[in-house]
């Protein structure tokens, strides 16, 4: 008879683990690749032990897609911050980040999370994200007549760009040199709109 005691098993904090396991599962292959099972083995711990956190892969996503808004907002702010043509500085700072992280982009604005009433954290995080960029425009000076019109017209713009460019319609084209020339900030001496 064995005299040792089974000790519980305790990672430290699973959830956080769990979720930079699955955002590395999404760097490498997308929404597909992403899976409760794959990133409880890539943490050490057993796919039972995901569901403490995650009721299932939809949650998961949907709390990645919360932590992607999050770094998205805070993108946008840090761009507008730092340059004089701030709305112009937010559009760029939209590209960059749907060229930095395709994998997180996309599950931001795609269907993978069908359903994000579920989770409010996301919710409020999209909430937010909308309204840096709406905090923007009413800087850039398209307050009036129909600011909600324009606002979607320069989302549209800059999200329709950073679509093109992830699904490679654009090819030998800088997105970021785009959507400088596309919000009229100066491009950089070195850089050219065209091929």
Same mark, same amino acid.
């Given at each position: 008879?064995?005299?040792?005691? *089974?000790?519980? =098993?305790? &990672?430290?904090?699973? %959830?956080? #683990? @769990? $979720?930079? /396991?699955? +955002?590395?599962?999404?760097? !490498?292959?997308?929404?597909?690749?992403?899976?409760?099972?794959?990133?409880?083995?890539?943490?050490?711990?057993?796919? *039972?032990?995901? =569901?403490? &956190?995650?009721?299932? %892969?939809? #949650? @998961? $996503?949907? /709390?990645? +897609?919360?932590?992607?808004? !999050?770094?998205?907002?805070?993108?946008?702010?840090?761009?507008?911050?730092?340059?004089?043509?701030?709305?112009?500085?937010?559009?760029?700072?939209?590209?960059?980040?749907?060229?930095?992280?395709?994998?997180?982009?996309?599950?931001?604005?795609?269907?993978a999370v069908a359903d994000r009433s579920r989770s409010p954290e996301l919710?409020?995080?999209?909430?937010?994200?909308?309204?840096?960029?709406?905090?923007?425009?009413?800087?850039?000076?398209?307050?009036?007549?129909?600011?909600?019109?324009?606002?979607?017209?320069?989302?549209?713009?800059?999200?329709?760009?950073?679509?093109?460019?992830?699904?490679?319609?654009?090819?030998?084209?800088?997105?970021?040199?785009?959507?400088?020339?596309?919000?009229?900030?100066?491009?950089?001496?070195?850089?050219?709109?065209?091929?």
């Amino acid at each position: 008879m064995s005299t040792s005691r *089974a000790v519980p =098993y305790h &990672h430290g904090d699973l %959830k956080a #683990a @769990l $979720l930079e /396991a699955a +955002a590395a599962l999404l760097d !490498e292959g997308g929404v597909a690749a992403v899976s409760l099972r794959e990133a409880a083995r890539r943490v050490g711990v057993t796919p *039972a032990a995901t =569901y403490r &956190h995650f009721a299932d %892969k939809e #949650a @998961l $996503l949907a /709390a990645l +897609a919360t932590q992607g808004f !999050e770094a998205f907002s805070k993108a946008m702010q840090q761009a507008a911050r730092k340059a004089p043509e701030s709305f112009a500085a937010m559009g760029v700072a939209y590209v960059r980040f749907a060229v930095r992280h395709p994998g997180m982009f996309r599950l931001m604005f795609g269907p993978a999370v069908a359903d994000r009433s579920r989770s409010p954290e996301l919710q409020a995080a999209i909430a937010k994200s909308t309204q840096v960029f709406d905090q923007g425009l009413k800087m850039r000076g398209d307050a009036a007549g129909d600011a909600g019109l324009a606002a979607l017209r320069a989302w549209a713009l800059m999200h329709g760009l950073a679509m093109l460019s992830l699904d490679g319609m654009l090819p030998g084209y800088d997105a970021e040199t785009l959507a400088r020339a596309l919000t009229k900030m100066p491009l950089p001496a070195n850089k050219k709109v065209s091929t």
